[in-house]
């Protein structure tokens, strides 16, 4: 009998401690009132092929009341995938987020999440930019900026592909650029006004950073339903999720905010 007990509470607790160091990602795919991609069907399928081959499990929602401390802190990453203008209804949701972040969480944002919640700078920090505008879909070519991270450094030359050239403003000063869109193969009415020359003849389209105690990546390519299915594309976003997902599991001793920021 004692040799079945220990041997179902050794079985019970590894379950436990594998269920507990799991590999867990929320996409989140809300949309306020305004532009909705068609792509986020296709982006969620995407993001769980990822899992699948990674050995990370996937969950979705488009409702902002998954956003507490009790939910989120079995999330690895936050992935807001074409999320755009005001995604959260309280601030009770918010703060949980804001904590998250501070308590260690990963996030990742793909494309329009650089356009949501465009009242709040804290968010803006998160991601990295805030969205102004972005030239007509067409080819373009992307520079490798920085060819050593996961999330870039299986390209060999430049990449031209289709997409929406977008830029931002409200830039935080501690992102690391990986990709950057050749304005001069950008055909744009408005891009002498802006960005002008604020980066010369590239714009950042892709970066990553650590910011208020968390792991933040972005990328604004992903415009398109066919992005993800396109291996190099998936790629990229892989690289970019699992960089995310190194701090962990959030850790909410380190949260301190009691407020919005």
Not at 90 to 104: C, H, P, S, T
Not at 163 to 176: A, S, T
Not at 180 to 190: C, F, R
């Amino acid at each position: 009998m004692r040799v079945y007990l220990l041997s179902a509470m050794i079985f019970f607790s590894s379950v436990f401690c594998f269920a507990q160091n799991e590999k867990k990602v929320l996409v989140f795919t809300k949309n306020g009132e305004g532009y909705v991609h068609d792509n986020i069907a296709a982006s969620i399928v995407g993001i769980q092929q990822l899992g699948k081959q990674n050995n990370f499990k996937v969950e979705v929602s488009d409702d902002p009341a998954v956003f507490t401390e009790d939910n989120l802190k079995q999330y690895d990453v936050l992935v807001f995938s074409n999320t755009n203008n005001k995604v959260f209804d309280k601030d009770e949701q918010k703060l949980a987020f804001v904590r998250y972040i501070e308590a260690g969480g990963g996030f990742v944002g793909i494309h329009s999440a650089c356009a949501t919640e465009r009242d709040w700078p804290w968010f803006w920090k998160v991601v990295g930019g805030k969205f102004i505008r972005h030239a007509p879909f067409q080819e373009f070519t992307i520079k490798i900026i920085d060819p050593t991270h996961r999330s870039t450094s299986f390209f060999e030359t430049d990449w031209t592909r289709e997409d929406e050239c977008y830029y931002v403003n409200e830039i935080n000063p501690d992102i690391h650029v990986l990709l950057a869109a050749d304005l001069t193969t950008v055909e744009d009415n408005g891009k002498g006004e802006y960005p002008g020359n604020t980066f010369g003849s590239t714009f950042p389209l892709a970066w990553y950073h650590e910011f208020d105690g968390g792991r933040q990546w972005f990328t604004a390519l992903g415009h398109s339903i066919e992005d993800y299915s396109d291996p190099l594309f998936l790629k990229h976003l892989r690289g970019g999720i699992l960089w995310a997902m190194e701090n962990g599991k959030p850790d909410f001793s380190n949260a301190k905010s009691t407020s919005i920021k």
